[in-house]
């Protein structure tokens, strides 16, 4: 179900999921959130982004998985305390167009996995073709580790240490927490549903804090 922008509910909307899914859009978070002066390029919209902060906020308390999807990688990277490219052009120029100029529903380029990470783990792969809309990108991932980059080096995943067992949320390692630059919904590789897959099985199993009895 979609959720409307109502930070101040957060807590009782997580409390109602399994998971949570934050994706982009054509907008950025504000550069404020990592302590930068706003980019001519950079796009705001405070009233989702603030949304989104508090929601996975509240899904970390309740140990919900969470999938960032392009923005949503992106901002959890910030709710991580990471930071960002805030106009790849200016950072990371190259012959990758990171703003594909062909359709979003083919591929724009290739990413290479971590291996061991919980990507690797749940997509079966090494490297995957992905599609690329976005002008900014990680720069830091923060409490968050890099499990996927592209032929140029930009940060293309994000995840929470995987211990091998999305399960053993006691841990706090072991919890689904991972984001991915690109639109996984395309279906453009073959690791992209079964990454979809796994986040629907920790989601079907995971054991929210305050539903535990």
Known sequence: MGLPHEPDLAQAYMERLDGLVVTGGAFDPDPALYGEALHPQTTLKPGRTNAELAYIAAARRLTLPVLGICGGMQLMAIAW?????????????????????????????????????????????????????????VRDPGGLLVSAHAPDGLIEAIEAPYTGNDADNDTGNGIFYLGVQWHPEFAIDPGDARLLAGFIDAARHATPQDRRA
């Open 81 to 137: 305390g990471g930071t960002l490219h805030q106009h790849l052009p200016d950072h990371v120029p190259g012959p990758i167009a990171h703003e594909q100029p062909n359709p979003r529903d083919e591929a724009g380029h290739d990413v290479i996995l971590v291996p061991g990470s919980r990507l690797a783990h749940y997509t079966g792969c090494t490297t995957m073709r992905v599609n690329s809309s976005h002008h900014q990108g």
